[in-house]
């Protein structure tokens, strides 16, 4: 409660000790008063009136400080609301002075009092010490804020200085949190600012550092330096100041290789983290150059997001040019004719410019969408399955690409930052929103939830209709007419059942036979004939399932239906027409146990009724050989579990002979004979494919190389031992 | 012995175009490997012929294992395009029948999973396929459970199936594959335990669902090569849990 009474004096005063003690006469003593022999007695302390005096003295000045900010906390409550806050004042308190405690006996000195007029309490001000200099009275007059905010421009400067050149936002801020100040060092000073007192000046004459006047290497007390360099044959170091001169001819490869192969496991590198490239990371990055000729930069975190914006910045600020690039990992090389003398020189940034304030990256409501659509994807979100971990100083080089490809996928895409920094994966999303273009719709539990937004496109094109050829193909099973080349899908036709599908294959079968002009009979082997003689391109596959059934149909006593095949099959096949072989081979025997000819029928018949490519019919014969010679052997019985076919396998293993060994073909040879063999004869009348196994061993390489390059250029005599590169450049 | 020769069937052949047969040497040797435009003029079909190896064990021991995802993978294939399993030759579970045109052999190696190549490889220079038609189809543990992905060459990934396979092809790497992933052990199991054992009933209609989309695939694949449409199924495919 405030006190409202103003109170100039104590309300209270201490009770006098003597109702007669005369303050005109400070001497005076009262008669009754004790009198104490010993000058400055201790024990006559309490009865010294000038001693009470100031401590009452004292009691006074408290009390009435303590009256005082009451009365002003009072006065100052009540006009609160009126009175304008003062914001520009910074109070400073200047602490209450503090006395040493005073000797027991005036005038003496101990180790708990100073003297009365000691220096440290001689002037005891009442004004706060001067605020120590602030930047901004030193700022040169020529550094001004940017357009966007951030960047500052100095005249004489090739661009404008940022405090980080890859990892300032796009948007633009919306306020500054304090007043701007310049972050570069005070230029008024002739030495640069370290805070401390200078440093006696040195006596060494230090020389200026020319990279193309390299100390000579026996010089002791210099650290190494590389070369200026690489030269190409026939030019030198030049003194020169542009950037592309600088830079020289673009590097060869080999040169590139060079470079790349002594850098690697170099320990010396440069760290670029979350602010990416800084200012000061120039500096830095010539005084690498300044002893060699590439420099690694090694980028972790966040920056890596953007590694194409990282390689541009770099090239552009530092006038140098990336190398190799792997990862997270950058090499920079310096140019041919770089100089550590003319380099270009700015101003380092000694502390950290004003930090702006960005508009917040994910509002309630994100664009494009209403309130419920935002807490509906929220609460999908919540349920998602994350593409990606990201871990917390790791390269993120291709997390843009798998964003949008996730996004082909699905709309909404979640990536999970657990043990990431809070700044950094919103710093990591606010790129995502930029790079994919995506919005961005939560940051909970660190995750980080985005959309494709509304203007999505996904990357492929339309994706053509292979289907639609094969439904178009099926209809057309059903369809008569000149089937020439056409493709059936056996798929749709196959999802039936076997025995339906032979139906309507029977059926097919039936016009399309009718239409070759061979009789439709009624026996099963005459059916067979039918559909054999029929035309080969409109047969699927699920004729071969319908013939085995049709063969049945009629009641044949035989073991399976791999056997009805092979009775129907004998014979040689004819070329061009299998049809006529195969109808051959139905009327033919009927009564034959001869497993391979079952092999030989079953794909006799699979070919023609899948279609009629020539190289089917090779591949029967194939299988047709096998089976005689007796590598193959059929299954009769379709109904074999695994375990009965690994019995079967492994005892038929131990008859059959050893297969051809795969070899990859030399490809010189098999052109030329490809050459010979270029068909006209796709009407060939016989199948001469006499089996071949492919046994033929691996050219030697060289010797064909030689080989080459003797046809290309017969006036260079080979010389024995000469290799391949050197002999291209004798001819180059 | 009629023989009810459709002659103009043989005429229908010829306006096929010739061969072009100086892409893939070798096995053109006898190969009348005709391109022809498809109905749309857009895709050339490769009339060569596939050889589909899934690998797996023998044996009901290991059947429905995750080891044998090939096995299941070539069952699921012949059902679906009708080609019966029923040839034994050169160690293998041999089946030969054709997706469209492209005649294809689905084979399954019968010897155990790291002596698969000796059945692999003859049985390739037999039919003298093409090392690019090769497909072999494999369990890998780095893709999670239920995840596809068709390559066109790659490396073994340790696993002893692939390099018996790689060794007696030569010691090439350039045949296509197609993954199926199962997903690491999980925590500290053995590994070749964690082959062994089937699936778990969610993780077996995560594989079921897998296969049938893999069919489609390896018909793509047969009939169109490697193209856009593959690297649209193998995106689809890594992210297709990311769904919600």
């Known amino acids: ?732 | 012995m009629l023989h009810a020769i459709s002659v103009p069937n043989t005429c229908i052949l010829c306006p096929r175009s010739r061969c072009f047969g100086q892409r893939n040497q070798g096995s053109t040797r006898f190969c009348l490997r005709a391109s022809l435009p498809d109905n749309n003029g857009e895709f050339k079909v490769e009339y060569t012929p596939w050889l589909v190896v899934g690998l797996g064990n023998p044996g009901n021991k290991y059947h429905g294992t995750r080891h044998n995802v090939g096995f299941e993978m070539i069952d699921q294939i012949s059902q679906s395009e009708g080609i019966a399993l029923n040839t034994i030759q050169s160690k293998a579970l041999v089946g030969i029948g054709a997706i469209g045109e492209v005649p294809i052999f689905l084979a399954k190696p019968q010897a155990y999973m790291n002596f698969s190549g000796e059945s692999v490889g003859p049985l390739a220079a037999y039919y003298q396929v093409p090392l690019r038609h090769i497909l072999l189809i494999y369990d890998e543990m780095s893709l999670p459970n239920g995840v596809l992905r068709l390559q066109p060459k790659g490396g073994h990934g340790h696993h002893n199936g692939v390099k018996s396979v790689m060794g007696h092809l030569d010691g090439s790497r350039e045949f296509p594959r197609l993954c199926i992933g199962i997903g690491n052990p999980p925590g500290a199991m053995d590994m070749k335990a964690y082959l062994l054992q089937k699936f778990s009933p969610a993780e077996r209609n995560q594989i079921n669902e897998a296969l049938e989309q893999g069919v489609e695939a390896v018909r793509t694949l047969v009939l169109n090569g490697f193209n856009q449409k593959i690297t649209r199924f193998n995106l689809g495919q890594k992210y297709k849990h990311h769904k919600v």
């Open chain 1, 1 to 732: 409660m405030a006190l409202k009474l103003p109170i100039s004096f104590p309300i209270f005063s201490p009770p006098s000790p003597n109702p007669y003690t005369n303050t005109n006469e400070p001497g005076h003593r009262p008669p009754t008063e004790i009198r104490f022999s010993h000058w400055n007695n201790a024990n006559a302390e309490k009865f010294n009136q000038r001693r009470r005096a100031q401590q009452e003295i004292e009691d006074d000045i408290r009390r009435y400080r303590r009256f005082d900010s009451a009365t002003k906390i009072a006065t100052t409550v009540e006009s609160s609301s009126s009175s304008t806050p003062q914001p520009t004042e910074t109070y400073k308190s200047f602490g209450s002075p503090s006395s040493p405690s005073s000797p027991s006996i005036p005038g003496k000195k101990s180790k708990y009092s100073k003297p009365p007029n000691h220096p440290a309490f001689r002037k005891l001000s009442k004004a706060a010490n001067p605020p120590p200099p602030s930047p901004l009275d030193k700022k040169p007059a020529n550094v001004a804020i940017g357009e966007d905010g951030v960047s500052f421009v100095i005249d004489g400067a090739p661009f404008e200085f940022k405090y980080s050149y890859t990892e300032t936002p796009k948007v633009k801020p919306v306020k500054l949190r304090e007043p701007p100040y310049s972050p570069f060092g005070p230029t008024t000073m002739p030495r640069p600012w370290t805070g401390r007192a200078p440093l006696p000046p040195s006596k060494k004459k230090m020389k200026e550092f020319d990279s193309f006047v390299l100390p000579p290497p026996e010089k002791k007390g210099v650290k190494s330096i590389q070369k200026p360099g690489p030269y190409l044959p026939g030019t030198g170091p030049r003194y020169v100041q542009s950037r592309e001169e600088i830079l020289g001819e673009p590097l060869t490869a080999e040169e590139v290789k060079e470079l790349v192969n002594s850098c690697l496991k170099s320990q010396r590198q440069l760290n670029m983290g979350r602010d990416g490239l800084t200012h000061n990371m120039l500096d830095n990055i010539h005084a690498h150059w300044k002893r060699r000729r590439v420099c690694k930069i090694k980028c972790k975190g966040v920056c890596t997001v953007d590694m194409n914006n990282i390689c541009e910045q770099l090239e552009e600020r530092t006038g140098g040019k990336v190398i190799f690039r792997r990862g997270g990992v950058l090499f920079l090389f310096r140019g041919r004719n770089y100089n550590y003398k003319t380099r270009p020189r700015f101003p380092l940034m000694l502390w950290k410019p004003v930090t702006p304030v960005y508009p917040r990256l994910i509002p309630r409501v994100p664009e494009g969408l209403t309130l419920q659509e935002a807490t509906e994807m929220r609460k999908k979100g919540r349920k998602l399955m994350p593409i990606r971990k990201l871990a917390k100083n790791g390269v993120y080089a291709d997390l843009v690409k798998n964003v949008r490809e996730a996004f082909e996928e699905c709309e909404l895409v979640r990536i999970s930052c657990q043990g990431i920094k809070g700044s950094d994966y919103k710093k990591i999303g606010a790129k995502l929103k930029e790079l994919v273009p995506c919005v961005l719709i939560s940051f909970e539990d660190e995750h980080i939830l985005m959309w494709r937004g509304n203007n999505w496109k996904s990357s492929f094109s339309k994706p053509s209709s292979n289907s639609g050829i094969e439904k178009t193909n099926a209809d057309r099973v059903s369809i008569t007419g000149q089937l020439e080349g056409q493709e059936l899908s056996l798929t749709y036709v196959q999802t039936a059942g076997i025995m339906e599908a032979s139906q309507t294959t029977l059926d097919g079968m039936d016009y399309v036979g009718h239409e070759s002009g061979s009789e439709v009979n009624t026996s099963g082997s005459a059916i067979a004939d039918d559909i054999k003689s029929a035309d080969a391109e409109s047969e699927t596959w699920t004729m071969t399932y319908g013939l085995e059934h049709i063969l049945d149909n009629p009641g044949r006593a035989n073991e399976g239906p791999s056997a009805m095949l092979m009775e129907s099959h004998v014979g040689p096949m004819s070329p061009g027409s299998s049809q006529s072989h195969l109808e051959s081979s139905v009327t033919d025997s009927i009564n034959h146990d001869q497993l391979e000819i079952v092999a030989e029928a079953s794909l006799d018949i699979n070919r023609p009724a899948r279609m009629s490519a020539p190289c089917t019919e090779r591949v029967l014969h194939l299988m047709k050989q096998a089976v005689e010679s007796g590598s193959a052997v059929i299954l009769d019985d379709p109904t074999l579990d695994a375990d009965g076919i690994y019995q079967r396998s492994v005892a038929f293993a131990r008859s059959a002979p050893p297969g051809p060994v795969f070899r990859r073909q030399p490809r010189k040879m098999s052109i030329q004979k490809n050459k010979e063999l270029e068909p006209g004869n796709l009407e060939v009348k016989e199948v001469t494919a006499v089996p071949h196994k492919r046994g033929y061993e691996k050219q030697a390489s060289k010797p064909r190389r030689f080989k080459n390059i003797a046809e290309h250029h017969p006036e260079v005599v080979p010389k024995g031992s000469l290799r391949v590169d050197e002999l291209a450049k004798l001819l180059a």
